[in-house]
T-cell receptor, first 116, second 113 residues
Framework: DAGVIQSPRHEVTEMGQEVTLRCKPISGHDYLFWYRQTMMRGLELLIYFNNNVPIDDSGMPEDRFSAKMPNASFSTLKIQPSEPRDSAVYFC??????????????FGPGTRLTVT | GENVEQHPSTLSVQEGDSAVIKCTYSDSASNYFPWYKQELGKRPQLIIDIRSNVGEKKDQRIAVTLNKTAKHFSLHITETQPEDSAVYFCAARDVNYGQNFVFGPGTRLSVLP
């Protein structure tokens, strides 16, 4: 398997523009997570899905952020409109569960977003 | 919800020495504790994990210990090498909130040659 795939790897955009980040989880994994990483705030969970259904979006900073998972192999994180403070590295991760047993989260390479 | 603290925030050791990073968690129901290593510009990657039914786990130069009573767990790296230099994150799984991890703020480890 190629692992978790994210695109684009780098995104530079101007304030006010819409940004869409994409993620393809590892095949067969039933959980998908979106994280944001900054120097100031560390690694923050934004939202996670189980079997394509959003379970917890309490980490989404505000209404400008939205996430979807239309099928088991694809998810998007959208920021509209973008602001300079959204500049960060955004990671997607996926994991597999079996019953109530937790397995590791596999991270994608991340998308470095710069909003000018 | 769960809260994870991590110390120290930075750690410098001489090559060959040992390094210890400590984390505490708040939710006694947490039962899974992974450690991730993140090299500069790269993704976090799991290096070792421990479940609450085990007190210690070792994998070559890396070991993790868990004290459920005190609600803390530690990462031990022996015979450190320059390639161990990275940011290390501990995490805890909050069983009351599903499958998500709560990560600590990270420790930047520098191994000096």
């Amino acid at each position: 398997d190629a692992g978790v795939i994210q695109s684009p790897r780098h995104e530079v955009t101007e304030m006010g523009q819409e940004v869409t980040l994409r993620c393809k989880p590892i095949s067969g994994h039933d959980y998908l997570f979106w994280y944001r990483q900054t120097m100031m705030r560390g690694l923050e969970l934004l939202i996670y899905f189980n079997n394509n259904v959003p379970i917890d979006d309490s980490g989404m900073p505000e209404d400008r952020f939205s996430a979807k998972m239309p099928n088991a192999s694809f998810s998007t994180l959208k920021i509209q409109p973008s602001e300079p403070r959204d500049s960060a590295v955004y990671f997607c991760a996926s994991s597999l569960t079996s019953g109530r047993r937790t397995y590791e989260q596999y991270f994608g390479p991340g998308t470095r977003l710069t909003v000018t | 919800g769960e809260n994870v603290e991590q110390h120290p925030s930075t750690l410098s050791v001489q090559e060959g020495d040992s390094a210890v990073i400590k984390c505490t968690y708040s939710d006694s129901a947490s039962n899974y504790f992974p450690w991730y290593k993140q090299e500069l510009g790269k993704r976090p990657q799991l290096i070792i994990d421990i479940r609450s039914n085990v007190g210690e786990k070792k994998d070559q130069r890396i070991a993790v210990t868990l004290n459920k009573t005190a609600k803390h767990f530690s990462l031990h790296i022996t015979e450190t090498q320059p390639e161990d230099s990275a940011v290390y994150f501990c995490a805890a799984r909050d069983v009351n909130y599903g499958q998500n991890f709560v990560f600590g703020p990270g420790t930047r480890l520098s191994v000096l040659p």
